[in-house]
């Protein structure tokens, strides 16, 4: 029993420790400071400010940012007072969610986490489970609406888009709210009024998407013969 809840209070340990260095939690190493700013929206400029005490001009520091996919490394040459400054330009940090800042002066080493948010949507794609449905409220469909920033990164959910539906009935199209959830929008769709075509379109800051679908008649219900 007693080995059982070892092994168990060491999976955990192990699950603990993986998942801080993998957050890119800030840590802490005595005689080094990270300044930088926390969050950061995809493709913006981004500096560090590194400072180390007790080191001397013209000593040096690896810096490390994990982002996405891409790795930046740098040997900062730290001047008077043991600090240096790191600058990426813009356009090239581009993954939206939590980076990884790692710096590291001999024996020394420090972690610190960056937030990267999508930029605003450029583009985005309309579509449905169904083409067709049947007319006059007996059908129904999901529609999705996939946006993305220039970088290829969705919205985060706090953005939100608007679907412009016109019905075949003449009416002024109605607006509704696309609900997101894991970067797709989604909105359920019922059909109304005669058949015809269903007009759906999303025109928003730079994103624009059009899609149609058609209202079809139904069985029918009545049947006169005329001779």
Request: charged share 20%.
């Amino acid at each position: 029993m007693k080995r059982l809840l070892l092994l168990f209070a060491l999976i955990i340990a192990a699950v603990l420790g993986i998942q801080f260095v993998l957050s890119g939690s800030e840590s802490e190493s005595e005689g080094i400071t990270l300044e930088s700013k926390q969050v950061i929206d995809a493709g913006d400029e981004w500096q560090l400010s590194l400072a180390v005490e007790d080191a001397s001009a013209g000593d040096t520091a690896d810096v490390t940012l994990f982002n996405g996919l891409q790795v930046f490394n740098e040997t900062l040459v730290l001047g008077t007072g043991g600090v240096a400054i790191w600058r990426i330009p813009e356009d090239q940090i581009i993954q939206a969610g939590e980076s990884l800042i790692m710096a590291q002066y001999g024996d020394k080493l420090v972690k610190k986490s960056l937030i990267v948010h999508a930029g605003k949507s450029t583009e985005g794609t309309l579509f449905t489970t169904a083409n067709a449905l049947p007319a006059y409220g007996e059908g129904s469909a999901t529609v999705m609406f996939l946006a993305q920033d220039e970088w290829g990164n969705f919205p985060s959910v706090s953005q939100s888009f608007y679907l412009e539906i016109r019905y075949p009935d003449g009416n002024p199209p109605i607006k509704e709210v696309l609900t997101y959830q894991d970067g797709l929008g989604r909105f359920y769709l019922n059909s109304k009024g005669n058949a015809g075509r269903v007009r759906l379109t999303v025109d928003q800051d730079a994103v624009v998407a059009n899609l149609e679908l058609m209202q079809t008649a139904g069985d029918p219900h009545d049947i006169d013969l005329n001779l």
